[in-house]
C-alpha cells in the first residue's frame, strides 16, 4: 500500500505560479498528476518515468507546467506557470507500477486532492 500526500495548493490569479509536491509513503514508480474541475470529468495532467525520467503532458498544460521527481525522497512535482482560471481544478497525485496505465488514466493509488483556484 502506498500513500499519497499532495500539497502546494492554494488561489492565484490568472499568469500566477503554483508549485505543487506529492510524497508518497514508500517506493513510487511511475508517478503523475490528474486534475478535475467540478461538473466534469477527471483529466490526466502529466506523467514521469521513474525509468529514464520520460514525461507526458496534456495538450491543455504542455508549455506552461513541469512535471519533476526527487526519486530519492519519493516525490513528484508540477510547477504551474502561467495559470489560467480553467486550470482550477482538485488537482490528485498518482502512482502506477506501469507508466502506461498512468497515460490512460488509470493508477494504483490516488491522494487525496489539493485545491488550485485561478481567478481572472
Known amino acids: 500500500q502506498v500513500q499519497l500526500v499532495e500539497s502546494g495548493g492554494g488561489s492565484v490569479q490568472a499568469g500566477g505560479s503554483l508549485r505543487l509536491s506529492c510524497v508518497a509513503s514508500g517506493y513510487a514508480h511511475n508517478m503523475g498528476w490528474f486534475r478535475q474541475a467540478p461538473g466534469k470529468e477527471r483529466e490526466g495532467v502529466a506523467v514521469?518515468?521513474?525509468?529514464?525520467?520520460?514525461?507526458h503532458y496534456s495538450d491543455s498544460v504542455k508549455g506552461r507546467f513541469t512535471i519533476s521527481q526527487d526519486v530519492a525522497k519519493n516525490t513528484v512535482f508540477l510547477e504551474m506557470n502561467s495559470l489560467k482560471p480553467e486550470d482550477t481544478a482538485t488537482y490528485y497525485c498518482a502512482v502506477a507500477r506501469v507508466a502506461a496505465r498512468l497515460i490512460q488514466g488509470r493508477a494504483d493509488y490516488w491522494g487525496q486532492g489539493t485545491q488550485v483556484t485561478v481567478s481572472s
Open positions: 514521469i518515468m521513474t525509468l529514464g525520467g520520460g514525461t
